[in-house]
């Protein structure tokens, strides 16, 4: 180690030990920082993460300073990134997508007075890292349950991004719950590869459309496969993914889930003021508002509009839950016997499809 | 393998579909290089006529209007180019990415506001009885202007280049620009009017996602689709009718992967989401194997720059 390494490593030294200090109990004042997988004008997942920013902004004032990246891409590049926030004195980041899981480990490892918080991962690896999810697959529930009733040709689909349990978990809930209403109904899914690429969703879409299919459900970001839905003049309907993408209303979008995370941005800047801050790993649903069903349209016919809400408000209330059994899976072996809801371990691990929806899970 | 459930009718109907925006920007990149220029800011070009033609067709409520502002920007945008590589004679691949950057940057700061809206419908030309055909009114007379005008496009640089006395300048500017000069041509506006086509053309083609093909704006809409662009004038072998074909076949497979997976193929996904670009790199090594750099047909003052004191 030559003298300049050495020097630099002393005031890096120094510096950590001043952040250490400051942190005591409570704080007067916090620097939240957010990294962003997308652009926030993609009207979907980032923009919804940052709503909550400012939602945290507007309800904390002046006792919370708030910084984002966008577009961060997920890898050696969010490392850097994390780095540089914790260097510029951010006192919490939260890290807004799975492929940033590792990053955020490494990175809070060498910044123990930082708190961080990961969304929709797993790994806990040292106390200051937090992990926050929300349990999408209750609003696929909803979704399902209106494809199934509406569906003429008895096709539906589902547009998915990456095959990871995020993902799979939503398109068996759907499938299940369009399963309930319409023992006919068959799904298929195409696998985009993509969080975010317009065209490659709409080319998607159309696919499907051509194929019969009449409800298109997407879990990618961008509003393309509602647009090329609106192309067919009302035959078609989807789902709002994320954001309420109200500029489709009433029809092709008849509903959507919207994720609110501004009552968690809040809750954990609040705690972190007050000194109370903890590690946790937090998975709320439609009950605690982190999922939000949107407007469900007057485009649907009374009956299915009418029975949408029920299962939004019985979701929402605990008497139903998205997986109940009895379950089987794709192969025919039993996942969840009468009555046996899911444990939250076997969902967030999820590699397989239940039984009936055809085709295989690349891996 | 099972095509039982795609209908090939609607497959090659939206395959011409699909294969526009990079056919346009192909095409214009065809002419900048033809004339000596390589201009690696394609996508920067396409994104800028994104959001420039999409705005336009807003506020005007013509998607034609639409059209005719996308080109105009994507030709603006080449402007830049144009002055900084024909004029203070600036690295054409350090100034073609940057160009890209910048491009993708200044559409996201002009799109802020614009999410969600939807632009004026494109209709598809009303052929009337004509369109009722089986298979010949689907695929011949089912689109909307844009298709054809592009394919009209196609044969307008065939024609100019192959057989116009302005065809032959850009080449001879192209393969040589010393001996251009010393004939007198003004090589460098001879290149800036081609840059400035080739960015219209991409204008135009970034234009057609934005208002045709997704009908919506949002950040970084034409993921990549200039770099496809780029690859397909190489594939091509710098002939306008290659581009084409080009096009069409990576459109084409675009489509069809995505269909058979909706038709619940058994091939695994991964194949079929990397057979575009396996089957672009394929074609490629075969056209360019066993033959030197003429036989591939490039230009030979690609990416150089000229200055007359030399």
New interface residues.
């Given amino acids: 180690m030559n003298r300049r390494t050495l020097l630099a490593s002393a005031a890096l030294g120094l510096g950590l030990t001043l952040a250490g200090g400051a942190q005591a109990a409570g704080m007067d004042h916090v620097k939240a920082c957010f990294v962003y997988v997308g652009p926030i004008g993609d009207g979907g997942y980032t923009y919804q993460h940052d709503q909550g920013r400012l939602a945290l902004e507007k309800a904390l004032g002046d006792k919370v300073e708030t910084a984002y990246q966008e577009s961060v891409p997920e890898g050696a590049d969010a490392e850097r990134v994390l780095t540089q926030m914790a260097l510029s004195g951010c006192n919490i980041i939260f890290t807004t997508s799975f492929g940033y899981m590792d990053a955020t480990n490494n990175v809070a490892a060498k910044f123990p007075n930082v708190m961080f918080e990961h969304a929709t991962g797993y790994k806990r690896e040292h106390p200051n890292v937090s992990t926050y999810n929300a349990r999408f697959y209750e609003g696929r529930t909803v979704q399902g349950t209106i494809a199934g009733m509406v569906t003429k040709s008895n096709k539906i689909g589902y547009i998915g991004s990456f095959p990871i349990p995020e993902v799979i978990m939503g398109i068996n809930a759907y499938y299940l719950a369009a399963k309930k209403v319409n023992p006919d109904v068959e799904l298929s899914v195409i696998w985009a590869y993509t969080w975010f690429d317009p065209a490659k969703e709409a080319d998607a879409a159309k696919a499907m459309i051509e194929q019969g299919v009449d409800v298109v459900a997407q879990h990618t970001d961008s509003t393309a496969p509602l647009a090329e839905a609106a192309k067919t003049g009302g035959k078609v309907i989807g789902f709002g993914q994320a954001s309420d993408m109200a500029a489709y209303k009433p029809t092709p979008r008849v509903t959507s889930t919207i994720d609110n995370w501004g009552p968690y941005y809040i809750k954990r800047v609040q705690a972190l003021l007050d000194g109370t801050y903890e590690q946790v790993d937090s998975w709320e649903g439609i009950a605690s508002g982190e999922v939000e069903i949107g407007e469900i349209t007057d485009a649907l016919p009374p009956d299915v509009k009418a029975a949408a809400e029920k299962v939004r408000d019985e979701i929402a209330s605990g008497a139903l839950h998205s997986f109940t059994g009895p379950i089987n899976k794709q192969d025919g072996s039993v996942w969840l016997t009468e009555g046996q809801t899911a444990p939250d371990g076997d969902l967030l691990s999820m590699n397989f499809y239940v039984e009936g929806i055809k085709g295989d899970i690349p891996q | 393998m099972d095509f039982g ?3 090939p009718t ?2 090659i109907a ?1 395959l011409m579909v ?1 294969a526009v ?1 990079i056919m346009l920007a192909a095409l214009g990149e065809l002419v900048v290089e033809k004339s000596g220029v390589l201009n690696l800011g394609v996508e920067g070009m396409m994104i800028i006529g994104a959001i420039a033609g999409f705005v336009t067709a807003v506020h005007t409520g013509s998607p034609v209007a639409g059209f005719a502002g996308g080109a105009v920007a994507g030709a603006l945008l080449s402007l830049v180019f144009a002055f900084l590589t024909q004029f203070l004679l600036t690295n054409q691949v350090a100034t073609g990415l940057a160009l890209t950057l910048f491009g993708l940057g200044l559409s ?1 700061l002009a ?2 506001g614009y ?4 632009p004026p419908a494109t209709h598809a030309v009303p052929f009337g009885p004509l369109a009722d055909i089986p298979f010949f009114g689907r695929v011949v007379f089912g689109h909307d202007w844009m298709v054809y005008a592009s394919i009209a496009l196609v044969a307008l640089v065939w024609w100019v280049l192959r057989a116009t006395r302005l065809g032959l300048v850009i080449r001879a500017v192209g393969e040589n620009h010393e001996a251009a000069h010393s004939l007198g041509y003004k090589v460098n506006r001879i290149r800036l009017g081609c840059t400035v086509f080739g960015g219209a053309m991409a204008g135009l083609g970034g234009a057609y ?1 934005s208002l045709v ?4 704006w ?6 990549g ?1 200039g770099w496809i662009a780029l690859a397909i004038v190489v594939f091509a072998s710098w002939k306008p009718w290659r581009v084409l074909i080009g096009a069409y076949l990576f459109g084409g497979i ?2 069809l992967q ?2 058979l ?4 193929s058994r091939i ?3 194949y079929l ?1 990397m057979s575009p670009y396996l089957i672009t790199i394929l074609v490629l090594v075969i056209m360019s194997s066993g033959r030197g750099r003429a036989g591939l047909n490039a230009p030979a003052a690609l990416g150089q720059n000229f200055h007359a004191s030399r």
Wanted: aromatic residues 0%.
């Fill in positions: 459930a795609i209908n609607i497959l939206s699909a925006p996201s799109g802020q999410n969600g809206i939807k996602v093909r997704v009908p919506q949002t950040d970084g809409i034409t993921a689709a675009t489509v995505l269909n997976q909706a038709a619940g695994p996904v991964e989401s």
